[in-house]
């Protein structure tokens, strides 16, 4: 069956995730505000939550109508053919939202809308109580403008879940936008990437994924495994994905950290990803970075400020930044930040700046993109 889906995905990120769904051969993609919406069958959603790496969920759109009334919204849920989706044991906890609509209070759309389910159930299964105690589907009943969208989630936890961070750094990116910062850039599976201040190691991680090509989310699971419909394709789809893995031949991906632990935490989580052949990581003072290569990235998440040390050191940091990395004038650059001093204390203006959410922190992402290395000569037998 074609399903309408839905991802949303964190603001400012609306373009790289249509452009993930399109490249994943995915069709009508198009973008909302913080929504990317676009068609699939059970492989579809199978595969959108195995692979999508810089999306929050998948979620099934059921209905979309228009709603002022308590009775209007009753009836638009109730219309939903309920019996195909929930079988009798089904948890169904109900969600909502409502943004700039008549119909405002969330915890009475909430009941409504979980009433109609349940007078739609008891009509299909004939009988007056449900005990909730099978697989979950999570419905969202959203309301904007007065349009109602009835939504079934697909996913469960966030898809920055992957199952490999055990253990929470300080203050983690999340791996949705790190898989999303390194997709801004031009870098390459093969070409070198380092992070020196890493942290947990989330952005080589993430890059190390890319490289093996390994789906993000094959170290977790998702509700809709467990419903009968999508049983078959998710099984399918997890053997495609795993035998598409294509292990790095040698290291290129690298973190490092002026922290004794990051460097333990990360190598850790490198190897709950599956990834600890592709990356690797040592504790070293950023000031102390120097490479031979020629070409190479540099991504990185260094405190702000805000949530970690204190604003001098920061300052003193950026500086720093700036007389060690404007010293590789073959590699490309990027750094996200929420200071707004930024390029001022690094000492050279960004080619490209884009707004980001890091969490609720708004930030920029500074891009400081390098020249294109020479083409390989042609081999000229
Ligand atoms: C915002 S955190 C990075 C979080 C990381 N992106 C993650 O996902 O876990 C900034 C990191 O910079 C590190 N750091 C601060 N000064 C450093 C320096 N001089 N050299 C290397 N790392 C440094 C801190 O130890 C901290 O782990």
């Known amino acids: 069956m074609q399903y309408d889906l839905i991802a949303p995905t964190a603001f400012g990120l609306e373009a790289v995730t249509a452009r993930e769904l399109t490249r994943l051969g995915f069709a009508d993609v198009h973008t909302e505000d913080g929504r990317v919406y676009f068609k699939g069958d059970e492989k ?22 228009k709603a002022v009334t308590f009775e209007e919204l009753f009836q638009g849920v109730y219309a939903i053919p309920w019996g195909d989706w929930l079988p009798e044991n089904a948890r169904f906890p109900m969600d909502g939202r409502s943004v700039k609509s008549t119909l405002f209070s969330i915890s009475d759309c909430q009941a409504i809308a979980k009433k109609a ?9 004939h009988r007056d109580f449900f005990e909730e ?28 879940k992957r199952g490999y961070r055990k253990i929470a750094g300080e203050a983690p990116l999340k791996e949705t ?14 070409r070198i990437l380092v992070d020196p201040m890493c942290g947990t190691g989330t952005i080589p991680i993430e890059a190390a994924l890319i ?11 998702f509700p809709a495994e467990e419903w009968p419909a999508f049983a078959k394709a998710f099984a399918e789809a997890r053997e495609e994905a795993k035998s598409l893995i294509q292990p790095a031949k040698e290291i290129t ?26 990356v690797r990581f040592q504790r070293a003072d950023m000031r102390t970075f120097k490479s031979e290569e020629r070409y190479g990235f540099i991504l990185t998440n260094p405190p702000y400020g805000e949530r970690l040390g204190q604003e001098e ?21 990027y750094v996200i930040t929420a200071h707004p001093e930024f390029e001022k204390l690094y000492g050279k203006k960004a080619e490209k700046r884009r707004k980001l959410f890091n969490g609720r ?8 993109p390098g020249p294109k290395p020479p083409r390989p000569p042609k081999n000229e037998d």
Not at 140 to 147: I, R
């Open 211 to 221: 490289a093996e090509n390994r789906a993000p989310g094959l170290t977790r699971s």
């Open 117 to 125: 389910v349940v007078e739609k159930l008891k009509k299909t299964y």
């Open 313 to 333: 050191e920061v300052q003193k940091i950026y500086r720093d930044m700036g007389s060690v990395f404007r010293k590789l004038d073959t590699w490309s650059v």
């Open 177 to 190: 936008m790190a898989a999303a910062l390194i997709d801004l850039t031009f870098w390459r599976p093969g």
């Open 361 to 368: 922190i708004p930030c920029q992402y500074y891009q400081y």
């Open 44 to 65: 579809g959603v199978a595969k959108a939550n195995l692979w999508l790496r810089t999306a929050a969920r998948v979620q099934i759109q059921l209905a979309r109508f």
């Open 133 to 160: 105690t099978g697989a979950l589907y999570r419905l969202e009943v959203s309301l904007l403008k007065d349009t109602v969208t009835v939504t079934l989630d697909t996913t469960g936890a966030g898809l920055h």
């Open 253 to 278: 991906i690298f973190g490092s950290d002026i922290d004794a632990k990051a460097a333990d935490v990360s190598a850790t989580c490198a190897r709950l990803a599956g990834v600890e052949g592709a």
